[in-house]
């Protein structure tokens, strides 16, 4: 009673493809998939700029070295 077998995922899938139609949820699909792609982007562009943000190098040159 707990669980639900393939067949009641089967009916529901069935009468969610009746209500909305194929290319409806085609649509939503590649909406969904776009957005989590941005997402995605968003965070590695963040990652970077942090990145940058916290490793900032320091050139310079040796010019007197003495021993201790």
């Known amino acids: 009673m707990g669980s639900f077998s ?3 995922w089967l ?3 069935l009468i969610v493809v009746l ?3 194929t ?3 085609k649509n939503i699909g590649g909406d969904v998939g ?3 792609n941005e997402f995605k982007k968003a965070m590695r562009d963040d990652k ?3 990145n940058k943000a916290t490793s ?3 050139e310079g040159e040796v010019t ?3 021993k201790q």
């Open 19 to 21: 209500v909305f139609g």
């Open 64 to 66: 007197n070295k003495t």
């Open 48 to 50: 970077l700029e942090d």
């Open 56 to 58: 900032n190098t320091i």
């Open 34 to 36: 776009g957005a989590v």
């Open 23 to 25: 290319k409806k949820l």
């Open 6 to 8: 393939i067949w009641h």
């Open 11 to 13: 009916i529901v899938l």
